[in-house]
């Protein structure tokens, strides 16, 4: 499986963002896609997850302010980022799992700045 990752960029406090992320290769072995993040001299920590069967999970510090979802093609996965802070700077990683498998794809980073 390899992810693509693609959507970062600059936007100030308040703003909006959405990052793509899509899978190609083995993609039915996927069971959930979804995020990651790490700042600088922090800890990679949950951002949101999907699983198959439609099943979203958020990290405490986003929840209610992104959103997780699916595209009609199924092997992709989009996060809307919504009401940015400057503490939601970092690397975004796309991140799926299998049944015996994780997988990465390149960080994509997203500043949060006025």
């Known amino acids: 499986v390899q992810l693509q990752a693609s959507g970062g960029g600059l936007v100030q406090p308040g703003g909006s963002l959405r990052l793509s992320c899509v899978a190609s290769g083995s993609i039915f072995s996927i069971n959930v896609m979804g995020w990651y993040r790490q700042a600088p001299g922090k800890q990679r920590e949950l951002v949101a997850t999907?699983?198959?069967?439609?099943?979203?999970n958020y990290g405490d510090s986003v929840q209610g302010r992104f959103t997780i979802s699916r595209g009609n093609a199924k092997n992709t996965v989009y996060l809307q980022m919504n009401s940015l802070r400057i503490e939601d700077t970092a690397v975004y990683s796309c991140n799926a799992e299998g049944r015996w498998d994780t997988w990465w794809g390149q960080g994509t980073l997203v500043t949060v700045s006025s």
């Open positions: 999907l699983t198959k069967s439609g099943i979203a």
